[in-house]
């Protein structure tokens, strides 16, 4: 099993930056695909984005596309979320989970772990 845990969440102006992390430990990170979800107050908690265990292929939610990119260090055990020009509808908690595969992570079926989440908010 991997354990997660997310930092980087805080408080930040309309259009400014932050950077997420999500520390791993456990089973070999390297063997699991990542992504970062995201719950909105009063929202049902879903997909931003994801990378393959290789981090040769990503995907996002369109909503962030061209804003958000997610990146990972295997030697460091490491998912980043980088967030540009944020927004305040992009308020909520964000978890990374890990996945067997890329296709489960953007599905959000058979995660095999969540972190506890960290939260954004965006102010206007």
């Known amino acids: 099993q991997v354990q997660l845990v997310e930092s980087g969440g805080g408080l930040v102006q309309a259009g400014g930056s932050l950077r997420l992390s999500c520390a791993a430990s456990g089973r070999p990170f390297s063997t699991y695909a990542m992504g970062w979800f995201r719950q909105a107050p009063g929202k049902e908690r879903s997909f931003v984005a994801a990378i393959s265990w290789s981090g040769s292929i990503t995907s996002y939610t369109d909503s962030v596309k061209g804003r958000f990119t997610i990146s990972r260090d295997n030697t460091k055990n490491t998912v980043y979320l980088q967030m540009n020009s944020l927004k305040p509808e992009d308020t909520a908690v964000y978890y990374c989970?890990?996945?067997?595969?890329?296709?489960?992570?953007?599905?959000?079926?058979?995660?095999?772990?969540w972190g506890q989440g960290t939260l954004v908010t965006v102010s206007s």
């Open positions: 989970a890990a996945a067997k595969s890329i296709w489960a992570v953007q599905a959000g079926n058979s995660l095999d772990a």
